[in-house]
């Protein structure tokens, strides 16, 4: 270290290398990338659901100065898999990783990473996966019952129960495009105390969406207590679904005084 510090005149000019070189994010990718992926990505493309798993091999090429060896993996789900062999890899040397995606129960779009961990030292190498989902006819019919036309529905009705006016209750509606066309969709509310969006607002071809509807008690007009509001989509130009939202409002309870219950304890 002293002989490092001769070279510089004042010694905080080789403290700050040693941080930017410590703290760098370039720095600090270049240090750590041990392994190269080709592909760089995976993309299963359309994968129906019935046909259970698919998987890809991919090529691994140890990019490192150092021979090194994958001593673990890891993905961003219970769906996917990473299985590797653990064969010491000198550099530029190749191995094979084959990289699994369950489709079962996760319709649509999809886009997860998988992780090969090199050495002791456990370096992250990742990839990332995509592809798009199809289901079953009979996991559709499930998750999905209602129709109108490509989209599909997981109700038309929404139960919101009791509420206070002082709670927000969120409540949602999932969506799904039947069709191999991006469907895009407006959604509107009649009553300012019903807050509608949707994510995305244009579904991918067999992707999936949310309708989330925010009931706010705060603005449920006081002399109101059953609630009927309704929530519109509009599917195309002419295609207008009503789903009818209904529930019970509730006043909070009065706050318990000492006239009220003389068995209160005092402060």
């Known amino acids: ?32 990338k041990t392994l190269k992926f080709f592909p760089d990505k995976v993309d ?37 898999a990473a299985e590797y062999s653990d064969q010491m890899l ?6 094979e990783v084959i990289i699994t995606y369950d489709p079962v129960n996760r ?60 709670e927000a209750r969120p409540l949602f509606v999932g969506l799904y495009n039947d069709s191999d066309k991006p469907l895009v969709l407006t959604a509107s509310s009649d009553a300012p105390a019903l807050e509608v969006a949707l994510l995305p607002d244009t579904i991918e071809p067999y992707g999936v969406s949310t309708l989330t509807l925010m009931l706010k008690g705060s603005l449920i007009p006081a002399t109101a207590s059953d ?5 519109y989509l509009l599917s195309g130009p002419d295609t207008l679904l009503t789903i009818p939202i209904l529930g019970n409002a509730q006043s909070p309870s009065a706050p318990m005084g000492n006239a009220q219950s003389p068995s209160a304890p005092k402060i």
């Open 107 to 166: 319709p649509g779009k999809f886009l997860k990473t998988a992780k090969c961990f090199t050495g002791e030292e456990r370096i992250s190498n990742s990839i990332k996966l995509s592809g798009t989902v199809i289901p079953s006819q009979r996991n559709l019919d499930i998750a999905y019952p209602e129709k109108a036309g490509v989209l599909r529905l997981s109700t038309l009705f929404v139960n919101a129960g009791e509420m206070t006016r002082t």
């Open 44 to 80: 299963f493309g359309t994968i129906r659901e019935e046909d259970g798993k698919v998987s890809q091999i991919v090529k691994a090429v140890n990019i490192s100065p150092d021979s090194t060896f994958i001593i673990s993996s890891r993905t961003s789900c219970g769906c996917s």
């Open 227 to 231: 609630l009927h509001y309704n929530a």
């Open 90 to 95: 000198a550099p530029g040397d190749t191995t």
């Open 1 to 32: 270290m002293k002989g490092f510090l001769r070279k510089y005149k004042h010694p905080l000019q080789a403290i700050s290398i040693v941080c930017f070189l410590a703290l760098s994010p370039t720095a600090y990718s270049q240090i750590e």
